[in-house]
């Protein structure tokens, strides 16, 4: 026969194990963060790019890969999806009967490359939170105009890089929002770097050369 004391035991040794199970679970749900929505990236509050020219085509040349090292596909917004944002907002054909030429817009690199950093050995390693993923985008493309009935053409190329580390200990949600904030950054220089080419190498198609 078991005493009643021994019984009183038992059931507050299971009542404490059950405490103890479902702080852990806290615990990890707390630590394993849900992803929320991320704000997409937008170009509506940049002036228009007016072309005199009959049609604007945008198209896009790169394949990227759904495997390691590339991460791209599991951005919210990937440096491709960006750049086809910018040019269908951006980009616009005047059009009229004396226009015949025509803007091509083709993105040429999208990628973005995930690289695994080494962790610091030793004590230090073990105590402190450090940077292990390192992301680095690009965002190339190319926009030519070309009349067919007089020659005349021109074309530029702009080219785009920025990189960020993720902290090891960075939630999914924190890991997302890096994730945007370089498409983010990366898009502020491409946009700057197509303005001044541009202005500078296609101002005769451009209706108000110098309007920024």
């Known amino acids: 026969m078991v005493s009643p004391m021994i019984k009183s035991w038992k059931i507050t040794h299971v009542a404490l194990c059950c405490a103890a199970l479902s702080l852990g679970l806290s615990a990890c749900a707390k630590d394993q963060e849900i992803g929320g929505p991320i704000a997409q990236i937008g170009f509506q509050h940049l002036p228009k790019i007016r072309l005199n020219v009959a049609q604007v085509t945008v198209k896009s040349n790169y394949r990227g890969s759904m495997e390691a090292p590339n991460a791209e596909h599991r951005f919210t917004t990937s440096p491709e999806r960006a750049m086809f944002d910018w040019a269908l907002t951006r980009l616009v054909a005047v059009s009229g009967p004396d226009y015949v030429a025509i803007a091509n817009f083709v993105i040429e690199d999208g990628s973005v490359i995930e690289t695994h950093i080494k962790k610091t050995k ?3 390693g073990m105590f402190t939170y450090e940077p292990t993923t390192r992301y680095d985008a690009n965002a190339v493309a190319s926009l030519r105009i070309t009349n067919d009935e007089s020659g005349a ?17 960075a939630s999914l949600a924190q890991r997302e929002q890096a994730w945007m904030d370089l498409v983010e ?3 502020v220089d491409f946009n700057t770097q197509m303005d001044l080419q541009i202005q500078g190498y296609l101002a005769r198609w451009v209706e108000t050369p110098g309007l920024k």
């Open 122 to 124: 030793g004590l230090k």
């Open 153 to 169: 053409s021109g074309n530029v190329r702009v080219t785009a890089k920025r990189s960020i580390e993720v902290s090891e200990n």
């Open 185 to 187: 950054k990366l898009m």
